[in-house]
């Protein structure tokens, strides 16, 4: 139902691997908002299996230590039509932070998302690490924040890869660090996308045992470099 829900959601709540097709359905992303209370991740989701889905919310004002509006771990679920917005974390993954245990690659898949206006240290918009593959597509990236090195708008790093198709990163701010950041055994591919009128120190940046992989894709009006 639609409303201003002022929670902090752990789902499911419990510890064990038998989450299986459970589906979380609102009514419509912008008339149905979690509001994290500034006290806490909007939503922390854990040990999920790819049966299960998630729609139609906003998720807003968390404040974490990483992954202040969605944090995502050792979970292979579906999410569509989300905003991810104003949101805050201390360390990593302003709108979202993804991680898993060491084994089998996660595969989350991801579509018709807009991750805005959030803040870290790094990853402002998505911090990305150990051993998830991240499957992203008709998304847009705008308006985050990171403070200090990076990616504003993505940070990958430690087996965290990234499909990225037909989205948008745009104006997005770092203040001493990539746009789009990426290190240490990570692969990224994005098809038809744009990366445009962002501020960073680059663009688009890649260290050791990195893997970049631009398809039809517009990196323009950026001030900083690529």
Known sequence: ESGTYTENVVWPNSYTYDKVGIQLLGDDRETTIIDGGASGSVMHVEFVDSTSYMSGFTLQNGEATDGAGLHLSSSEMTFEDLIITENTAISAGGGMHISAVAGPAMQPHM????????????????????????????????????????????????????????????????????????????????????????????????????????????????????
Do not use: K, P
Not at 118 to 125: E, Y
Not at 139 to 146: K, P, V
Not at 194 to 215: D, K
């Open 111 to 226: 579509s018709n998302i807009i991750i805005r206006d959030n803040d870290a240290a790094q990853g402002g918009g998505i911090y990305h690490s150990s051993y998830h593959t991240l499957f992203m597509e008709n998304s847009i990236i705008e308006g985050n924040t990171a403070s200090a090195w990076g990616g504003s708008a993505l940070h990958f790093s430690d087996y965290g890869n990234l499909t990225l198709t037909n989205s948008i990163i745009r104006g997005n701010f770092a203040s001493n660090a990539a746009v789009i950041y990426s290190h240490g055994i990570s692969n990224v591919f994005m098809y038809n996308c744009a990366i445009t009128e962002n501020v960073g120190s680059w663009a688009v940046y890649g260290m050791a045992y990195t893997r970049i992989n631009l398809n039809n894709t517009l990196i323009a009006d950026n001030i900083g470099g690529a």
